[in-house]
Every structure is written in structure tokens, then in C-alpha cells.
């Protein structure tokens, strides 16, 4: 009769797997925020934020309302100047560069880091405007034939193109919740940014508009670098490889977003996403 | 855990445990009461184990359509979604060692003849063991005690040894009266569904520490093999 083989003991560092790393093994980070507070005077709403957000990926900004996550989003395209009480300290570095620099245009800034809003913001003109407008600005078309096939590739891109093809002339306003999301959306990809910011694009969109905005993030992320705020945990969920909870203008956790949606470290962020918050 | 804001998520949670804890007791009653159904030879016992095995059963069928409402209404998620989960494997562990347990007890008409006592004896120390693992995994369970669930998933191993040994014991009985053999042989098969239902106990060991930590336990675990060991 054989000896059977002796079970390995039981340690406790067996038991603590370790938690597997981030979706892609090489990262490179295109925001990189280091200590970032922000100030509305004499409130401060936003504390020592640090947080690395990747190329090519999505970052879900998710908090209680008044956590501080627009802000924060606000902060990295430097929307904040526009408030004069706003004062923002630490460092927001994109591909290591000082977004805070002096030498910075906040202009330019904006055309490399495009913003899309909780409310689709179309301009008061027609559809193949609202997209040139941009381009014309920054001067990125040197004809009229490279502005059409810039304003139609952007209107592809955000999957609008065969919806409004018929009536680039007729008024951006004319379209629906939807539409004019992906109508700004276009807009904002128009200018080629290298980094698009969402503040909840889809919380006044009904779920199929929604559908088609995440499968149109899908498809960005292959370019662009994402951040996008949402009240939606399963939109969260869906769309992001990364997930920062903020709570009370504190990054509480961040982690790979599968991780956050089914082992959150912090009873803070468990409580939340699981509909606990007090 | 502190409630949720929406009070009947919570409640849809509490239901299940009660659920499942239900099943528990029924499976420990089933199992307790089918080992002493042999051991005593108690026919009437015996029917009574297989008469319960349905209302596990129905039970299980019940948990499983609660979860499913609960994932399509509730979009359960981080702890609240590795409760549901969990609930779904053990209300399934518990279903199989309810028909290993009606399985052993129908053995019990079935063991005629000459058995040997020592043999018996065996068979009942091997079911108290058992019955006392699942007694201790169901305990985890309602406490969510990750410590004690791992002590029941490394003493699985007690439970494999007993069983190879009284594998060897109950054979060496048949070689030495041939008029046991009939017995005997269904004391093997109640042997093997006992140490099957200490398999699923430490399945559901493994559960309970996935509902408290987030964290599989590693794949290895207690095995002795008795037919590879001779």
C-alpha cells in the first residue's frame, strides 16, 4: 500500500490570492492627476486626488452626487478656470505634461481634450456646422473637400453619419436626445483630441440612445483616452476598464472595474455600489 | 451589513438565507437520520429520510427561481452579487447530499443478511464525522465565518482517510466470511456517498469563503484517492 501524497498545509497566504492585475499587462498612462485639491473659495471640495488614467481605456467616475468627480473631470481640461473663486492645487500631467503650465493654452487644451455634458449642448446651427465648426477654428481643414470628409468620418465615427446624411443643412437642434449626443460627441472628435470627457452623457437619454453612446465609447477607446462620470453603475460597469469611487471629494478606491463591481476593498465603496449609502 | 436603501433588496437577500438555511437543517436531518437508519437497521426511519428528500428539492427549485428574479430586478452587485451566486452553488451542494442521504437510506433494506457489527460501527463513525462537517459548514454559512469554513474545507481530509479505511476494513470482512459480501458491499456504497457528501461540504466551505473574501481558495484540496492507494 502507497503512502498518499501529504496535502500541502493549509496557510493563510494561500487563501489571500492575490487579485489578478489591470486588462492589459503594458499601460501607459495618459492623465496622470497627483494630488490634485480643489477650492470654491473657501470650501474645499475636492482633497488630494491621485489617480493615473490609461491610453486606449475607459475610467468610470463614480460618487454619490457632490462627491467631487465633475469637478475632478473638470479639472483635467481645466473647465474650472472659468469659475473665478476656483482654485485647483497639485499637478494634472497629460503624456507628463503640466495641463497648469503657464504656457498652455487653455483653447488648445480644450481642442486635445474634448468634453461631452450631461445635456447635449448642439450649437444653434446646421448638423455639418456643429461638427466644422471646431475644425474651422483650429484651422485643421486647409480645403473645402478635406472639411466635408472631416465633418463626414467624425458624424461616422460617432455613428450618426447614416442617420443625418440626407439633411446635413437642417438645424442641430432638430435632433433627437440621442442624436444630438452623438451629434456632439462628433463635434468633439471633429478637432482630434487625443482624450474625450463625458459628465454623465447619457443620464437624459432613454436606454436604446444610451445603447448606442456605450457602443460608440466602445469603439472610441481604441483611440481615445475616456474619463467619463456616471450616476449609472451598470453603465459604469459596461463601459469601463478602470472604476475611481469618490466620496465627500475623496478618491476612496480605484481598481480594475471588474474588481470594484464584485470585490471593492473599501466598505465605503461596497456600500454604494451596492445601494447602501446612508 | 447595513441595509439597503431600498428595504425589499434586503429582504429579498434575507429570504434566500432563510431558504437555504432551510435546506441546510432538512439535509442534516436527512443525513443524521439515514446513518442511524442503518446503523440501527430502522426501515421506518429510513422511509421517512426518503420521504423528506422531495421537500429539498422543491426548495432548491424554489431558491433558484428567487435568484433569478433577484439578478433580472436587482442587478445584485460586489458582496450582495457573490450572496447570490453562492446561494445558487450551495442550494445545489445541498441538494445532492439530500439524495446521497435518501440514497444511503435506501440501502438500508437492501443490507440483508449476515453484516458484520464492526463494519457497521465504521459506517456510523464515518456518518457522525460527516453529519458534524455539515453541521460546522452550515454554522459558517449562517455566521459567514470564513475561519470556520476553512477548518471544514482542510478536514475533509479526516474524512477521505476514514474512508479509505474502512474501505480496506469492510473488504477485509468479505474476504474472510463470503456470506458478508452482499452487506458488506452495500456498506461500501453508503462508505462512498458519505464521502461524497464531505466533497460537497468543502464545496460549500469553498462558497462561504468566496462570499466573505472575494477570494477563490486554491484549487487543490484534501483528496485521498482510496482506489489509487493500494
Given amino acids: 500500500m502507497s503512502r498518499m501524497d501529504p496535502m500541502p498545509p493549509l496557510r493563510a497566504d494561500t487563501l489571500t490570492a492575490t487579485r489578478p492585475a489591470a486588462a492589459a499587462p503594458k499601460v501607459t498612462t495618459k492623465i496622470k492627476a497627483d494630488a490634485v485639491s480643489v477650492f470654491y473659495g473657501e470650501k474645499q471640495a475636492l482633497f488630494d486626488v491621485s489617480l493615473d488614467m490609461p491610453e486606449k481605456s475607459v475610467t468610470a467616475l463614480i460618487g454619490p452626487s457632490g462627491c467631487g468627480k465633475s469637478t475632478f473631470l473638470r479639472s483635467i481640461n481645466r473647465m474650472n478656470d472659468t469659475i473665478p473663486s476656483c482654485r485647483v492645487t497639485g499637478r494634472i500631467e497629460i503624456d507628463g505634461q503640466d495641463v497648469n503650465d503657464k504656457a498652455i493654452d487653455p483653447v488648445l487644451l480644450r481642442a486635445q481634450v474634448g468634453m461631452v455634458f450631461q ?26 473637400d478635406q472639411m466635408r470628409e472631416i465633418v463626414e468620418a467624425s458624424l461616422r465615427k460617432a455613428g450618426l453619419w ?11 437642434a432638430g435632433l433627437s436626445g440621442g442624436q444630438q449626443q452623438r451629434l456632439v460627441i462628433a463635434r468633439a472628435i471633429a478637432v482630434n483630441p487625443e482624450i474625450i470627457l463625458m459628465d454623465e452623457p447619457c443620464s437624459a437619454l432613454d436606454p436604446i440612445a444610451t445603447a448606442k453612446v456605450e457602443e460608440l465609447i466602445d469603439e472610441l477607446k481604441a483611440n481615445y483616452c475616456i474619463v467619463i462620470v456616471t450616476h449609472s453603475m451598470a453603465q459604469a460597469a459596461r463601459v469601463s476598464q478602470q472604476t475611481a469611487f469618490f466620496h465627500m471629494g475623496q478618491l476612496i478606491e480605484t481598481g480594475p472595474t471588474e474588481a470594484i463591481f464584485t470585490n471593492p476593498r473599501n466598505s465605503r465603496t461596497q456600500d454604494y455600489i451596492t445601494g447602501r449609502f446612508g | 451589513m447595513t441595509e439597503h436603501t431600498v428595504r425589499s433588496f434586503s429582504q429579498d437577500l434575507e429570504e434566500l438565507s432563510g431558504d437555504l438555511a432551510r435546506m441546510g437543517g432538512l439535509a442534516e436531518d436527512m443525513l443524521s437520520d439515514a446513518i442511524q437508519a442503518i446503523a440501527s437497521r430502522d426501515l421506518a426511519l429510513a422511509e421517512t429520510v426518503v420521504a423528506r428528500d422531495p421537500q429539498i428539492d422543491h426548495l432548491q427549485v424554489e431558491v433558484e427561481k428567487k435568484i433569478l428574479r433577484l439578478l433580472a430586478l436587482r442587478q445584485p452587485l460586489a458582496r450582495d452579487l457573490r450572496q447570490t451566486i453562492s446561494a445558487l452553488k450551495i442550494a445545489t451542494e445541498l ?16 443490507i440483508d443478511g449476515i453484516e458484520p457489527a464492526n463494519a457497521l460501527k465504521g459506517v456510523a463513525r464515518m456518518g457522525r464525522l460527516v453529519t458534524a462537517q455539515l453541521k460546522r459548514v452550515l454554522d459558517a454559512y449562517t455566521a459567514q465565518e470564513t475561519d470556520a469554513a476553512n477548518k471544514v474545507w482542510s478536514r475533509d481530509e479526516e474524512v477521505d482517510e476514514h474512508y479509505q479505511s474502512l474501505f480496506r476494513e469492510v473488504v477485509t470482512y468479505m474476504i474472510e466470511d463470503p456470506r458478508t459480501i452482499s452487506a458488506c458491499a452495500h456498506l461500501l456504497f453508503v462508505a462512498k456517498n458519505l464521502e461524497r457528501i464531505g466533497d460537497h461540504c468543502t464545496n460549500i466551505a469553498e462558497e462561504i469563503h468566496f462570499l466573505v473574501t472575494g477570494e477563490q481558495l486554491p484549487v487543490e484540496r484534501p483528496k485521498v484517492d482510496a482506489l489509487n492507494s493500494n
Fill in chain 2, 95 to 110: 441538494e445532492r447530499i439530500g439524495d446521497l442521504g435518501k440514497s444511503i437510506a435506501k440501502r438500508v433494506k437492501l
Fill in chain 1, 119 to 144: 445635456k447635449a449642448n448642439p450649437f444653434p446651427k446646421s448638423i455639418f456646422e456643429n461638427v466644422a465648426y471646431g475644425v474651422r477654428l483650429h484651422g485643421l481643414a486647409s480645403s473645402r
Fill in chain 1, 162 to 172: 447614416d442617420e443625418v446624411k440626407d439633411r446635413l443643412n437642417a438645424s442641430g
